[in-house]
């Protein structure tokens, strides 16, 4: 049988040791420290306890160092993906703010239309002086003209004043500035009047739809916190408002003339309300003020039914009311 060399068999003396080589291999390495007293002062030098501590405390650093190597690569990883990250971030906000922009809402601008017949002049700014506007596009059906512009970081590419014109194909009737109408039926229409007619509904018992026209009204900021009631089983159907502050005597005019203002309002728009009622309290004192919609029909000379139908009889409901002079949503 063929010797083996030394460093064979001191490459197997590790298996050997711990018994893992079969019994050829064995016997050919046995055969070899018969004749090799260097190979046989190895092993016996390996299987010393003193040989199996080194190599385990050798085997216990490589692994820490091992360990010790891949956190430092992991670490470089995660600090390269979260720089990854922020640049990312950061290069698709600058997109989004000067290149891209975002959908502008027309409460964002402040401009009154001219219209002649087919013809539309737009001249405004937007309302805070960090935004600018990028091209404004036009858009037509059935007479109502609408305008769309991107909204994007003032600079010199987009400033935050524009002039457009637009010429459309038949007489124009309402002008929309994307979700706002701007013009109906010859008349500006307030910011005010345009949020509460995209309100409207024909069910008072919809409380959500209620909410709605109760925030375009901005009832909270003009009469604070309350709580509602609908009565919906019989007519007439009628919407009570339980208003929390208690009003003091000197402001109760105003309080309540404000309450029929609102009131109004809420009988144009909401198709199937037949009342408005107030409860509240003056200095401590029970109060209760119900509005019908016969009321304010004699305050309007008109059927206060029919200003739900129309954003220009809205809009004159609106400024008859005094509404218009008061907080704007």
């Given at each position: 049988?063929?010797?083996?060399?030394?460093?064979?068999?001191?490459?197997?003396?590790?298996?050997?040791?711990?018994?893992?080589?079969?019994?050829?291999?064995?016997?050919?390495?046995?055969?070899?420290?018969?004749?090799?007293?260097?190979?046989?002062?190895?092993?016996?030098?390996?299987?010393?306890?003193?040989?199996?501590?080194?190599?385990?405390?050798?085997?216990?650093?490589?692994?820490?160092?091992?360990?010790?190597?891949?956190?430092?690569?992991?670490?470089?990883?995660?600090?390269?993906?979260?720089?990854?990250?922020?640049?990312?971030?950061?290069?698709?906000?600058?997109?989004?703010?000067?290149?891209?922009?975002?959908?502008?809402?027309?409460?964002?601008?402040?401009?009154?239309?001219?219209?002649?017949?087919?013809?539309?002049?737009?001249?405004?700014?937007?309302?805070?002086?960090?935004?600018g506007?990028?091209?404004?596009?036009?858009?037509?059906?059935?007479?109502?003209?609408?305008?769309?512009?991107?909204?994007?970081?003032?600079?010199?590419?987009?400033?935050g004043?524009?002039?457009?014109?637009?010429?459309?194909?038949?007489?124009?009737?309402?002008?929309?500035?994307?979700?706002?109408?701007?013009?109906?039926?010859?008349?500006?229409?307030?910011?005010?009047?345009?949020?509460?007619?995209?309100?409207?509904?024909?069910?008072?018992?919809?409380?959500?739809?209620?909410?709605?026209?109760?925030?375009?009204?901005?009832?909270?900021?003009?009469?604070?916190?309350?709580?509602?009631?609908?009565?919906?089983?019989?007519?007439?159907y009628?919407?009570?408002?339980?208003?929390?502050?208690?009003?003091?005597?000197?402001?109760?005019?105003?309080?309540?003339?404000?309450?029929?203002?609102?009131?109004?309002?809420?009988?144009a728009?909401?198709?199937?309300?037949?009342?408005?009622?107030y409860?509240?309290?003056?200095?401590?004192?029970?109060?209760?003020?119900?509005?019908?919609?016969?009321?304010a029909?004699?305050?309007l000379?008109?059927?206060?039914?029919?200003?739900?139908?129309?954003?220009?009889?809205?809009?004159?409901?609106?400024?008859?009311?005094?509404?218009?002079?008061?907080?704007?949503?």
């Amino acid at each position: 049988m063929n010797r083996l060399p030394c460093e064979v068999v001191r490459d197997l003396f590790p298996s050997y040791i711990d018994g893992l080589t079969g019994s050829v291999t064995d016997q050919l390495i046995e055969e070899h420290l018969t004749d090799c007293a260097p190979c046989s002062d190895v092993l016996d030098s390996m299987r010393s306890p003193g040989a199996e501590a080194r190599e385990k405390v050798e085997r216990d650093q490589r692994e820490i160092d091992f360990l010790k190597k891949n956190k430092k690569r992991n670490r470089r990883i995660w600090a390269g993906s979260l720089i990854a990250a922020v640049v990312i971030i950061c290069v698709v906000l600058l997109l989004r703010t000067f290149v891209i922009g975002n959908t502008l809402p027309g409460d964002m601008v402040n401009c009154a239309p001219q219209v002649q017949g087919e013809h539309l002049i737009l001249d405004g700014t937007t309302v805070f002086e960090q935004n600018g506007i990028g091209r404004i596009s036009f858009t037509e059906e059935n007479g109502v003209v609408t305008a769309s512009a991107k909204m994007f970081r003032n600079s010199p590419l987009h400033r935050g004043s524009f002039h457009a014109e637009y010429t459309a194909s038949e007489p124009i009737t309402q002008v929309r500035f994307n979700d706002r109408i701007l013009w109906d039926d010859g008349e500006t229409i307030t910011r005010l009047a345009s949020a509460v007619y995209e309100t409207r509904h024909d069910y008072m018992g919809d409380a959500a739809a209620n909410g709605r026209t109760a925030r375009a009204l901005n009832v909270g900021s003009r009469l604070g916190e309350y709580t509602n009631e609908l009565h919906t089983a019989r007519q007439p159907y009628d919407w009570t408002l339980v208003l929390a502050d208690d009003i003091a005597a000197k402001d109760q005019a105003k309080r309540e003339s404000d309450m029929e203002s609102l009131a109004y309002a809420m009988l144009a728009v909401i198709g199937n309300l037949d009342s408005v009622t107030y409860d509240y309290t003056v200095d401590g004192t029970p109060h209760k003020m119900t509005v019908t919609a016969e009321d304010a029909t004699a305050f309007l000379g008109q059927n206060v039914k029919d200003c739900g139908t129309s954003p220009r009889l809205l809009n004159d409901l609106i400024w008859e009311t005094g509404l218009g002079m008061g907080p704007q949503p």
